[in-house]
């Protein structure tokens, strides 16, 4: 079946290390799309990539970065420098043609230790 | 500040009822919408959508309602299932559906 795939479910990191979390797509989408969700507010954009090898900021990219070398897979890094990173992240995609609608990854929940 | 806002954090409706979620914007820009619905551990699925040329679009159980001038979007479900219940994110776009700015949420909760 078709999906995307976030991995692992639970995430936990000590302060201080990098953490990449994974996400994979088998939908043949062009776009990907890495959002963080806090308790009260909504999906916030950390970045987006349209095709490979590019991808932009969204919101709150500080303290994160992303690579996007093949089409299936937008793998993204919370590294130290990011202040507050227990949240729950989701992983999206999309076609590239506008407009439509993202197909959601199941999501990664960060906590730090 | 918020651009898109779901000012009920929460709505109960008896099965078979009519639930009404509503959902607010500031950005008039936005020119297309979505709704999304998420269980518990897993991500937002797509419910519907509706592009700011229209004012209706129906699917099933599911309506959505665009107000332009009151910047103000609804999402029917008529009748109410218990399985309906999710939390269900309103999302605009500024650039057609390329970027989606999230409102954060109503938790639906249908009653047997």
């Known amino acids: 079946d078709g999906g995307i795939t976030q991995s692992p479910k639970y995430l936990f990191r000590k302060e201080g290390q990098n953490v990449t979390l994974s996400c994979e797509q088998n939908?043949?989408?062009?776009?990907m799309y890495w959002y963080r969700q806090d308790p009260g507010q909504g999906l916030r954009l950390i970045y987006y990539?349209?095709?490979?090898?590019?991808?932009q900021k969204g919101d709150i990219a500080e303290g994160y970065s992303v690579s996007r070398e093949k089409k299936e897979s937008f793998p993204l890094t919370v590294t130290s420098a990011q202040k507050n990173p227990t949240a729950f992240y989701l992983c999206?995609?999309?076609?590239?043609?506008?407009?439509?609608?993202?197909?959601f990854g199941d999501g990664t929940r960060l906590s730090i230790l | 500040d918020q651009q898109v806002k779901q000012n009920s954090p929460s709505l109960s409706v008896q099965e078979g009822r009519i639930s009404i979620l509503n959902c607010d914007y500031t950005?008039?820009?936005?020119?297309?919408f979505l709704w999304y619905k998420k269980y518990p551990a897993e991500g937002p699925t797509f419910l519907i959508s509706?592009?700011?040329?229209?004012d209706k679009n129906e699917d099933g159980r599911f309506t959505v309602f665009l107000n332009k001038s009151a910047k103000h979007l609804s999402l029917h479900i008529v009748p109410s299932q218990p399985g309906d219940s999710a939390v269900y994110f309103c999302?605009?776009?500024?650039?057609?559906?390329?970027?989606?700015?999230f409102g954060p949420g109503t938790r639906l909760s249908v009653l047997p």
């Open positions: 999206a995609s999309s076609m590239a043609r506008h407009p439509v609608a993202q197909h």
């Open positions: 939908l043949n989408h062009d776009a």
């Open positions: 990539s349209q095709i490979v090898n590019d991808f």
């Open positions: 999302a605009a776009s500024a650039d057609y559906g390329q970027n989606f700015v």
């Open positions: 509706i592009s700011s040329i229209k």
């Open positions: 950005n008039s820009m936005f020119d297309y």
